[in-house]
T-cell receptor
Framework: GQQVMQIPQYQHVQEGEDFTTYCNSSTTLSNIQWYKQRPGGHPVFLIQLVKSGEVKKQKRLTFQFGEAKKNSSLHITATQTTDVGTYFCAGPHNQGGKLIFGQGTELSVKP | GAVVSQHPSRVICKSGTSVKIECRSLDFQATTMFWYRQFPKQSLMLMATSNEGSKATYEQGVEKDKFLINHASLTLSTLTVTSAHPEDSSFYIC???????????FGEGSWLTVV
């Protein structure tokens, strides 16, 4: 069935280092969404990418959607302790529009 | 921005009893709501899709008689865990999609502990 895979599962960085998580879909996606879940919290919507090759920035966060609309990445420049959490990518299922989530990348930042 | 409220945030119940969790969209109408289950350190597992005015669509392996979903209005969906067992203990999260939009908003989640 349709799958969304995300790597790495965990990433430990020193504060100030960069961080990247990668997302790959088994099928072409109409859009891809990114969420952040803080420890003990619920997923919070960060952004949605729709166009092939799209790049969007939110302060230190850069989101990319691949040309084939099957992969995406989230890059954080100069991480801060407030970036700690699990980052999920999600794409709509090709039937019904439900979201399929990647496994998530848990980011820990050492001060 | 859009807010989805989920209640209760934490609940403890005895084995064999039923628990109802509510999911409300506070400032928008949602024809579709989704119910997820999340185990610690794991991703969100979709349980069912709740459509206003019709029966929910359950994912494979999810018992519809055990996890009753009702979506009676455009702003409210409920999940009832019937005859709860300790293995049902988990974090349950709902999400809602705006009537005329693509963005999905998540509730705060409900921690269920069955003792």
């Amino acid at each position: 069935g349709q799958q969304v895979m995300q790597i790495p599962q965990y990433q430990h960085v020193q504060e100030g280092e960069d961080f990247t998580t990668y997302c790959n879909s088994s099928t072409t996606l109409s859009n891809i969404q990114w969420y952040k879940q803080r420890p003990g919290g619920h997923p919070v919507f960060l952004i949605q990418l729709v166009k092939s090759g799209e790049v969007k920035k939110q302060k230190r966060l850069t989101f990319q959607f691949g040309e084939a609309k099957k992969n995406s990445s989230l890059h954080i420049t100069a991480t801060q302790t407030t970036d700690v959490g699990t980052y999920f990518c999600a794409g709509p299922h090709n039937q019904g529009g439900k979201l399929i989530f990647g496994q998530g990348t848990e980011l820990s930042v050492k001060p | 921005g859009a807010v989805v409220s989920q209640h209760p945030s934490r609940v403890i119940c005895k084995s064999g009893t039923s628990v109802k969790i509510e999911c409300r969209s506070l400032d928008f109408q949602a024809t579709t709501m989704f119910w997820y289950r999340q185990f610690p350190k794991q991703s969100l597992m979709l349980m069912a899709t709740s459509n206003e005015g019709s029966k929910a669509t359950y994912e494979q392996g999810v018992e519809k008689d055990k996890f009753l979903i009702n979506h009676a209005s455009l702003t409210l969906s409920t999940l009832t865990v019937t005859s709860a067992h300790p293995e049902d203990s988990s974090f349950y999260i709902c999400s809602a999609r705006e009537l005329f939009g693509n963005t999905i908003y998540f509730g705060e989640g409900s921690w269920l502990t069955v003792v």
